[in-house]
Nanobody, 126 residues
Framework: VQLVESGGGLVQAGETLRLSCAASGFTFDDYIVGWFRQAPGKEREGVSWIANSDGGTYYADSVKGRFPISSDNAKNTVYLQMNRVKPEDTAVYFC????????????????????WGQGTQVTVSS
């Protein structure tokens, strides 16, 4: 399993950024792929994830309505569209994958994801 994030960078508050997670080495449709972030001095937290089999999604309250997640199954890529970013969105963003064996997406925990990318830095200036 390989996950490669891209699209991070430096943006101003209120702007837009799109992160991509290119996946390989597994059957994309059989997995849930998620985005997580870790700010300096803080624990890693879940942002959003998507079940590639049926498009079901989950969002953390902090990003709900701002960061839609989507997947392109033909390209084995998951996207996180970051709209109206805030300084508190500054973090290293990671994508991760887990086999789609969990029925309720909101019950998934970080520990359920066993394959991780290297991360991409997102910095939002005020």
């Amino acid at each position: 399993v390989q996950l490669v994030e891209s699209g991070g960078g430096l943006v101003q508050a209120g702007e837009t950024l799109r992160l991509s997670c290119a996946a390989s080495g597994f059957t994309f449709d059989d997995y849930i792929v998620g985005w997580f972030r870790q700010a300096p001095g803080k624990e890693r937290e879940g942002v959003s994830w998507i079940a590639n089999s049926d498009g079901g999604t989950y969002y953390a309250d902090s990003v709900k309505g701002r960061f839609p997640i989507s997947s392109d199954n033909a390209k084995n890529t998951v996207y996180l569209q970051m709209n109206r970013v805030k300084p508190e969105d500054t973090a290293v963003y990671f994508c991760a994958a887990t086999p789609d064996t969990i029925v309720i997406l909101s019950s998934i925990e970080i520990a359920d994801f066993d394959s991780w990318g290297q991360g991409t830095q997102v910095t939002v200036s005020s």
